[in-house]
């Protein structure tokens, strides 16, 4: 962390134009974008991606089967004809990325999150707090907080853009929406009441993250998102058309498509608990590069913190954890890889 608690942001490094990032964005040999992985034969899936699922068929047998089948395989999906306007999608986007580019430093700096509480509303860059030696993303953020509505306070958002408060609050209510209907149907896909994994995640605490990567001069030494499972229970993500998001899947890193109308669901931890490891949690992270910015929109739909969640099948493989000591533990170990919900494995 800077000296004093004093912000940086990735963009004012990124227009510095100097040709080397600085060390503390440097990753070790081992989670660099290229590093050999286990798995070896280099796959002819290169043209592998998540399914894209129509939420419109008539037919929902086939649908609930084809959620089944991408949530075991992959963990992640995207959908198309889900009911959200395409306009508001593109709003979404452009609103965010107007605060980004379009508004100067100390504009943006106005918004700063709090340095020293984690997940706190704003415009931040680091995501978590336990520095010590963790090697730093290539991305700045704009975390908005938007439901319960007690939450909500969109005198904390940008004002720069006209509309930009309104956009928010309004995809805020879509996306919620679109994550009943999916958790509903995910649930089904496992001969569940449609309710259940909704009932078990209680009222909806949602975030709404704009992530902003700006151009990195050495995209082979960084990650713009280190890997990690989201802590929540489903996040719906957005992109614009820069390629840049990677899932996990078989021992290989594998790039969605960034998909104009559709929208990436992201199976998080607790759903992996609720499920008993039916469905894991999806492994991602982002990459960068060096012409052009990406932006990606992110929004999570958590348990409440005081949320005891516990797996919905018998005999249970994960403990019972308290939805707000899960993310306090992750935010003191970090990240890496999936070892926070590993850690509630019940040993037979
Ligand atoms: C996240 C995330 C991916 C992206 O914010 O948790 O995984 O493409 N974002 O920005
Ligand atoms: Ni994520």
């Keep these: 962390m800077s000296p004093a608690g004093e912000p940086v942001r990735v963009q004012a490094i990124a227009q510095t134009r100097n040709s080397v990032v600085p060390p503390q964005y440097v990753q070790p040999p081992e989670t660099r974008p290229a590093a050999k992985l286990t798995h070896h034969h280099k796959n002819e899936a290169a043209e592998l991606s998540p399914p894209s699922i129509n939420l419109a068929g ?17 963990g ?7 009911g959200v306007p395409i306009e508001l999608l593109d709003q ?59 939450r909500r306070n969109p005198a904390k958002w940008p004002h720069y853009q006209p509309n930009y408060r309104e956009v928010v609050a309004e995809y805020s209510d879509q ?54 499972s989201d802590m929540g229970a489903v996040t719906l993500l957005i ?12 021992g290989e890193w594998i790039t969605v498509r960034p998909l104009h109308d559709g929208i990436l669901v992201l199976l998080a931890d607790q759903t992996e608990i609720i499920t008993n490891g ?20 992110a929004t999570f739909h958590d348990p409440a913190k005081t949320r005891k969640v516990f797996p919905a099948f018998e005999p249970p493989i994960y ?30």
């Design 58 to 74: 008539e037919d929902t047998g086939r649908l609930k089967d084809e959620i089944g089948l991408a949530c075991r395989d992959w």
């Design 76 to 82: 992640a999906f995207s959908v198309v004809n889900h």
């Design 92 to 150: 979404m986007r452009r609103v965010g990325k107007s605060f980004f580019e379009e508004c100067d430093m100390e504009q943006k700096l106005k918004y700063s999150c709090d340095p020293n509480s984690p997940a706190s509303e704003g415009y931040g860059s680091r995501m978590l707090l336990a520095d010590n030696d963790s090697v730093l993303d290539w991305r700045d953020y704009f975390d908005h907080h938007t439901l319960p509505l007690s």
């Design 175 to 228: 996306m919620k929406v679109l994550a009943q209907r999916l958790l509903g149907l995910i649930s089904e896909s496992l001969g569940l009441p449609s309710s259940c994994i909704e009932e078990a995640v209680g009222e909806f605490c949602q975030n709404i993250t704009v992530g902003y990567y700006p151009p990195c001069p050495q995209p082979d030494l960084t990650l713009g998102l280190q890997s990690h």
């Design 239 to 250: 992109q614009d058309n820069v390629e840049g998001l990677q899932v996990f899947k078989d």
């Design 278 to 297: 039916k469905y894991r949690s999806c492994q991602h992270r982002a990459l960068t590069n060096a012409e052009r910015a990406r932006l990606s929109v």
């Design 319 to 348: 403990h019972e954890v308290m939805y707000g000591d899960y993310v306090s533990s992750w935010y003191t170990k970090g990240p890496e890889g999936k070892r926070n919900i590993d850690a509630l494995l019940i040993k037979y």
